[in-house]
C-alpha cells in the first residue's frame, strides 16, 4: 500500500487512462468477472429464499428468524475474517468462503428442489453460511489494493461498486423471472454455480507480493525511511489509537447503520404500504431509483481521478444524502423515487472516494483487520436498526422516522466536518 509517492516514480508512471485502462490488469479483469457473477446469485438467493419460505406454508416469523440466523453470523464473523485476510491473504480467504458456501447452497438448492425444507433445516444452512459471508466481505475490501496500483484504485473501487449495483439489478430481475418459470430451487442452484465461477476466478489469478510502503517507492528519502518502516511495525491497537479518520469513520458507520437498516427494511416498505398506498411494485421501484442511482454514482466517482478536496466532495455528498432521507414522504411514490435516485447518486460516490482515501491510509498487513472492523460497524448494527424501526414506526408511524433520521445523520456528517482528518481526504 503507497502511503508516499516520490516525485520521480510518479513523473515516469503512466497515469491511470480513465476506467477501462484496468480492464488489460489480468487480475483485476478475472475479480471484477468472478464478483459480477457472484453478486448476480446473491440477487438470485435475496428473491429466492423468502419465496421458498412464505409458498411452503412458512410466514414473516419464520422467513425472519432465518435472515436472523443468518445475519447474526454474518456480523460476528467479519472481525475474524479481517484477521484471517491479514494473515492468509484475502485471495485464500474469499477462496476457501466461496469453496464452503458453493457446498451450503448446494445442499439448501436440493433440499428445496426435493421437497419442502424445514425450518431448523433452513436454520443449519443460514448461520454457517452467513458466517462465511460475513468472513468474506472484509477480504473482498482488502483485495483490490492488492490487485492495483495506488493511483488506480479509485477507478477500481468504483468500477467494483458498479459492478455490485448493476448486477444486483440484474440479478434481481433473472431471479423474479427463474422463480416464476421454474422454482425458487432452480434460483438456489444458480446461486450455488454463481459460486463455482467466483471460485474458478480467484484459482486464475497470479499470486503477487504484497505491495507495502518500501517495495512500492522507487527510492524514499531518508527522512521517509524512518516513516515507512513506522507504517510497517505499528501494531493493529496502536494504528486504532492513532488513527483520526479510522476512528471517525467508525463513528460515522455505525450510526448511518443505525439510521439506514430501518429506514430501508422497515420504514420504507411501511410507509409504501401505509400512507402512500402502494403496492410492491411501488416498493420495488422505489428501490431501483436507489440502485440506478448508486450504479451512476459508482462510475462518476471512479472517474475523477486525483481531484483536489476529495473530503469537502464526501462531505457535501453525505449532507445531500441525509437530506434526501428527510425529504423522501414528501411527494409520494414519485417523490420517494427521486429523492433514491438522488440519494443513491450522492451515496455511491461518497463511498468510493472514502473506501479509496480509507484503503491508502491503511498500512497493508492491517488492511483485513481495518476493513473488517469497518464492515463489523457498517452492518453489524442492522438487527438493532430494524427493531427500533419497527417499534418507533408502530408507536409514531413511518413518515416520522425519515425526516429524523436525516437529521441524525446530517449532524454525524457536520461533526465529521470538524475533523481535519475527513477534510484533507
Known amino acids: 500500500m503507497v502511503f508516499h509517492q516520490d516525485d520521480s516514480t510518479s513523473a515516469t508512471k503512466p497515469a491511470a487512462k480513465g476506467m477501462l485502462h484496468l480492464f488489460r490488469v489480468r487480475n483485476f479483469v478475472l475479480l471484477f468477472s468472478g464478483q459480477t457473477i457472484s453478486i448476480i446469485g446473491d440477487a438470485l438467493y435475496a428473491v429466492a429464499l423468502p419465496w421458498l419460505i412464505l409458498t411452503n406454508g412458512g410466514n414473516a416469523q419464520e422467513l425472519g428468524i432465518v435472515l436472523a440466523a443468518y445475519g447474526i453470523p454474518r456480523a460476528a464473523s467479519m472481525l475474524v475474517g479481517g484477521w484471517l485476510s491479514d494473515h492468509l491473504r484475502p485471495r485464500q480467504v474469499m477462496l476457501i468462503a466461496d469453496a464452503v458456501r458453493l457446498l451450503l447452497m448446494a445442499v439448501l438448492a436440493a433440499l428445496a428442489l426435493e421437497g419442502h425444507p424445514t425450518l431448523w433445516q433452513l436454520c443449519a444452512i443460514a448461520v454457517p453460511l452467513g458466517a462465511f459471508s460475513g468472513a468474506f466481505t472484509p477480504a ?29 439489478l440484474v440479478g434481481s430481475a433473472v431471479a423474479g423471472v427463474v422463480v ?34 518500501s517495495t512500492q517507492d522507487a527510492a524514499p528519502s531518508e527522512e521517509e525511511k524512518p516513516a515507512a518502516s513506522f507504517q510497517e511495525q505499528i501494531g493493529f491497537w496502536q494504528y486504532l489509537g492513532s488513527s483520526r479518520l479510522i476512528q471517525t469513520n467508525l463513528l460515522f458507520f455505525v450510526v448511518s ?49 486525483k481531484r483536489k478536496h476529495k473530503g469537502m466532495l464526501v462531505l457535501l455528498g453525505g449532507l445531500i444524502v441525509s437530506v434526501m432521507i428527510a425529504l423522501l414522504p414528501i411527494g409520494g411514490v414519485y417523490g420517494a423515487m427521486a429523492c433514491m435516485l438522488i440519494g443513491g447518486i450522492a451515496n455511491s460516490g461518497i463511498t468510493v472516494l472514502l473506501f479509496t482515501a480509507i484503503q491508502l491510509s491503511i498500512p497493508s498487513h492491517l488492511m483485513g483487520r481495518i476493513m473488517g472492523l469497518l464492515m463489523f460497524s457498517s452492518l453489524g448494527m442492522y438487527p438493532l436498526s430494524v427493531a427500533l424501526a419497527g417499534i418507533l414506526s408502530n408507536q409514531f408511524g413511518p413518515a416520522l422516522l425519515f425526516p429524523v433520521g436525516g437529521l441524525v445523520l446530517g449532524l454525524a456528517i457536520l461533526f465529521c466536518m470538524t475533523q481535519k482528518a475527513m477534510r484533507d481526504i
Open 140 to 168: 473482498s475490501m482488502s483485495i483490490v489494493p492488492d490487485t492495483l496500483d495506488s493511483e488506480d484504485l479509485q477507478a477500481g473501487n468504483g468500477l467494483m461498486m458498479a459492478s455490485m449495483q448493476g448486477a444486483s
Open 180 to 213: 416464476a418459470a421454474f422454482s425458487a430451487g432452480m434460483a438456489l442452484a444458480i446461486d450455488a454455480a454463481t459460486f463455482l465461477v467466483s471460485a474458478f476466478s480467484l484459482v486464475l489469478m497470479r499470486t503477487t507480493p504484497r505491495v507495502t510502503a
Open 257 to 305: 447503520s443505525l439510521i439506514a437498516g430501518g429506514l430501508i427494511e422497515v420504514a420504507l416498505p411501511a410507509l409504501v404500504h401505509g400512507p402512500m398506498h402502494g403496492g410492491a411494485s411501488n416498493y420495488g421501484a422505489i428501490l431501483a431509483s436507489w440502485g440506478a442511482g448508486a450504479l451512476g454514482g459508482s462510475i462518476f466517482a471512479g472517474t475523477l481521478g
